[in-house]
């Protein structure tokens, strides 16, 4: 799911803030996948994230 999740942001199909709101438990496998694409462009800082 992670890595589907990370192809949506990838897609511009989602934004990582969106996704981060409910899948933040998958935080490292998303972020690992969008860093393994090429994309960590698309890596938000989360830290103040309401969830």
Do not use: N, P
Not at 22 to 51: C, H, M, P, T, W
Request: overall charge negative.
């Amino acid at each position: 799911m992670a890595e589907y999740m990370a192809s949506q942001i990838i897609d511009g199909k989602l934004t990582y803030q969106k996704v981060m709101t409910k899948f933040s438990k998958d935080k490292e496998r998303i972020d690992a996948y969008l860093r393994e694409k090429g994309r960590e462009d698309l890596i938000e800082d989360v830290k103040d994230l309401q969830v």
